[in-house]
């Protein structure tokens, strides 16, 4: 059973563009959590979502970002008009829709913006 | 406010040595806990979770934490530490029930081991 997948690992913008992160959650996994981990710094909650459906953004910044789960397809958390102070490491989670406590986490999306 | 705290952002060990990392939390209620490692560059690793039940819970890799509610605290330790340890090791907890398993990380300790 492959784990959580995140591409790319690595992502260069400058400043205005468009980032797009993807995660795919491991088998049978239908709850998919983002954390941002800014340098320094620990990780902190983003958004939590299941299928179709966004359940707590709580920890979304206001503007530019957007997160979505479709029925088909990854997890999509998407950044507009980036500026330097998003750069930071994006983790994505995933756990079993009957034991929503434990999670898995993929390997991270280093996003960095010129 | 519910927050994770780890006292220790850098611990220095000699390889063989005992280790302890600390972790409080502060929570209405006890939460549920994890301990989280994390390499360079790499995402993170469970090391090992308590719901409830026995106070000692044993991981993987050696490590063992134990919870102790008078304290709010959740402190890893590891008998002997091996070379291989050195990363850098978050705490973590969730309310559970409406929390939606929101996890909230302490600010990392990162361990050095020397030979």
């Known amino acids: 059973n492959a784990g959580v997948m995140q591409n790319p690992r690595h992502l260069v913008r400058r400043r205005g563009q468009e980032a797009r992160l993807r995660c795919s959650p491991m088998k049978g996994h239908s709850h998919v959590y983002w954390y941002r981990q800014l340098p320094e710094e620990g990780l902190k909650f983003m958004v939590y979502l299941q299928k179709e459906n966004i359940i707590d953004e709580s920890g979304m910044p206001k503007e530019r970002f957007s997160a979505e789960f479709p029925k088909e397809g990854p997890s999509i958390l998407r950044i507009q008009q980036v500026v330097r102070g998003d750069s930071a490491a994006y983790f994505c989670?995933?756990?079993?829709?009957?034991?929503?406590?434990?999670?898995?986490f993929g390997p991270g999306t280093r996003l960095t913006v010129l | 406010a519910q927050s994770v705290t780890q006292p220790d952002i850098h611990i220095t060990v000699s390889e063989g040595a005992s280790l302890e990392l600390r972790c409080n939390y502060s929570y209405g209620a006890t939460p549920y806990l994890f301990w989280y490692v994390q390499s360079p560059g790499q995402g993170l690793q469970l090391l090992l979770k308590y719901f409830s039940g026995d106070t000692l819970v044993q991981g993987i890799k050696g490590f063992e934490a134990e919870f102790k509610r008078s304290q709010s605290s959740f402190n890893l330790r590891k008998p002997s530490v091996h070379w291989s340890d050195a990363a850098e090791y978050f705490c973590a907890a969730h309310a559970g029930g409406t929390s939606y398993g929101k996890l909230t990380f302490g600010q990392g300790t990162i361990l050095t081991v020397h030979p």
């Open positions: 989670a995933s756990s079993p829709p009957d034991l929503a406590n434990e999670q898995f």
